[in-house]
């Protein structure tokens, strides 16, 4: 089952603007990921946050993390037409080591204008 | 770079075919998966095995199969394919190393089948 849900499903800005998107979970996680795909690709991994962090920056990427309330925020900031994606965020729960299962959420389709 | 590739990226099949779906990846890793794509509903997983000829369910497991003969070929077999199996199924992989980032996975570029 789907526990991660992201909001929104859509996003459309201007290039420049700075660009957020949600995911809410259920359950008890180690770690949550972010992931994006271009259109007809593959997933491309971006940025991970462990459950004791609540902050992480990458380059124009930032994700927080509140675990009391079960969800995570990727914010991309000054946008670029090539930031057009979808972008996913997955969960991984405690105990999924051995696995290394994720729960992947529905996907925040992101437009950059030009 | 870990390099995870699909034996197709687009498919056309008729109702009733078995069809196999192969994902080689070169990076040694003991995890893979097999997932479905369609629009409004986001990933999901289909079979994922941990190691040579271990397999588990997913979320969606009827109509489909799996087998991990060798570490790095995963396959996914619909056995009598059907329409509501046209859909972009993308493959992955990860590894258990201490050291690797907990659970990252590697996808491969994806397969799109369509069953008439």
């Known amino acids: 089952s789907q526990q991660g849900e992201e909001d929104p499903q859509a996003l459309s800005i201007q290039e420049g603007e700075n660009a957020t998107m949600n995911c809410s979970y259920k359950?008890?996680?180690?770690?949550l990921q972010w992931y994006r795909q271009n259109s007809g690709r593959g997933l491309v991994h971006l940025i991970l946050?462990?459950?004791?962090?609540r902050e992480k920056h990458s380059g124009r990427l930032r994700v927080t993390l509140d675990t009391s309330k079960k969800s995570s925020s990727l914010l991309i900031t000054a946008s670029r037409a090539a930031d057009t994606a979808s972008y996913f965020c997955?969960?991984?729960?405690f105990g999924s080591g051995n696995t290394g299962k994720l729960i992947f959420g529905q996907g925040t389709t992101l437009q950059v204008k030009p | 770079d870990v390099k995870v590739t699909q034996s197709s990226r687009y498919l056309v099949k008729r109702t009733g075919e078995k069809v196999f779906l192969e994902c080689v990846q070169d990076?040694?890793?003991?995890?893979m998966f097999w997932y479905r794509q369609d629009p409004g509903l986001g990933l999901r997983l289909i079979y994922f095995?941990?190691?040579?000829?271990?397999?588990e369910k997913g979320d969606i497991p009827e109509g489909y199969s799996v087998s991990r003969e060798k570490k790095e070929r995963f396959s996914l077999i619909l056995e009598s394919a059907s329409t509501n199996q046209t859909s972009m199924y993308l493959c992955?992989?990860?590894?258990?190393?201490?050291?690797?980032?907990?659970?990252?996975?590697?996808f491969g570029p994806g397969t799109r089948l369509t069953v008439l």
């Open positions: 992955a992989s990860s590894t258990r190393l201490a050291g690797a980032t907990y659970n990252e996975q590697f």
């Open positions: 359950t008890s996680i180690n770690n």
């Open positions: 946050i462990r459950s004791n962090e």
């Open positions: 997955a969960t991984a729960a």
């Open positions: 990076m040694d890793h003991e995890n």
């Open positions: 095995s941990y190691d040579v000829k271990m397999k």
